[in-house]
């Protein structure tokens, strides 16, 4: 596999579920970042690792807790999720000095629906 | 705070005419980066144009452009000779540096519709 695979593409959860949305890069990129893209609003940088840790947490509200295994792997875990956090989650990687590099590589994203 | 702001909601335009998406950005910052995103619908979003603040000479990329007008703070781009696989949401971003993190920021995005 190339790029950014983020699964699963869809979840339905309850707001007592816990789940939790994966991503994985295969370009040897060292920083990885979630999004958060809701219907017109523009894209809401949530959390950034670079190296494996995280230098950005974007006042995120602790039900969603991220983690950052190794560059490679980024999670998000949910739990008691609102219906408000309903969205599409986007994954992304860069090379760090993202200006230099030119550009973020996103996946397909992880539509989520909280009933 | 940082904005970008995307004033055109949606759009559309005929195929193989020109169309062009309006990008206004707010800054206090001398030094930083313009992008354009491309997410076509149900599919990855990718890079479209870059365009560095310190270069006067616009952007080009095929049949993709950019006026960029630092003055005003504006940064449209342009797409010539409109293809069915244009259409997708188009999005502006503003990349700056904040005590040592890298940031960018996103616009709302325009929704482009390439009619046969």
């Known amino acids: 596999e190339t790029g950014v695979t983020q699964t699963p593409r869809h979840l339905v959860m309850g707001m007592t579920n816990k789940k939790s949305l994966k991503c994985e890069q295969h370009?040897?990129?060292?920083?990885m970042y979630w999004y958060k893209q809701s219907a017109k609003k523009p894209l809401e940088l949530m959390f950034v690792?670079?190296?494996?840790?995280?230098?950005e947490n974007n006042s995120v509200p602790s039900r969603f807790s991220p983690e950052c295994p190794n560059s490679s792997h980024l999670f998000l875990h949910l739990h008691t999720l609102q219906p408000e956090d309903s969205a599409l989650y986007l994954c992304?990687?860069?090379?760090?000095?993202?200006?230099?590099?030119?550009?973020?590589?996103f996946g397909e994203g992880s539509r989520l629906t909280v009933l | 705070a940082q904005t970008v702001t995307q004033s055109q909601p949606e759009m559309s335009v005929q195929e193989a005419e020109t169309v062009t998406l309006s990008c206004t950005y707010d800054?206090?910052?001398?030094?930083?980066?313009l992008f354009w995103y491309k997410q076509p619908p149900s599919r990855q979003m990718i890079l479209v144009i870059r365009?560095?603040?310190?270069?006067?000479q616009n952007a080009t990329e095929n049949r993709f452009s950019v006026n960029f007008q630092k003055a005003a703070k504006s940064f449209s781009l342009k797409i010539s000779d409109s293809q069915l696989g244009d259409t997708a949401m188009y999005f502006c971003?503003?990349?700056?540096?904040?005590?040592?993190?890298?940031?960018?920021?996103f616009g709302k995005g325009t929704k482009l519709t390439v009619n046969p």
């Open positions: 690792y670079n190296f494996k840790e995280q230098t």
């Open positions: 971003a503003y990349h700056f540096l904040q005590g040592g993190s890298e940031k960018l920021v």
């Open positions: 370009l040897g990129h060292n920083a």
């Open positions: 800054t206090s910052e001398s030094n930083y980066y």
């Open positions: 992304a990687s860069s090379q760090l000095g993202l200006a230099v590099a030119g550009e973020l590589f």
């Open positions: 365009q560095e603040a310190y270069k006067q």
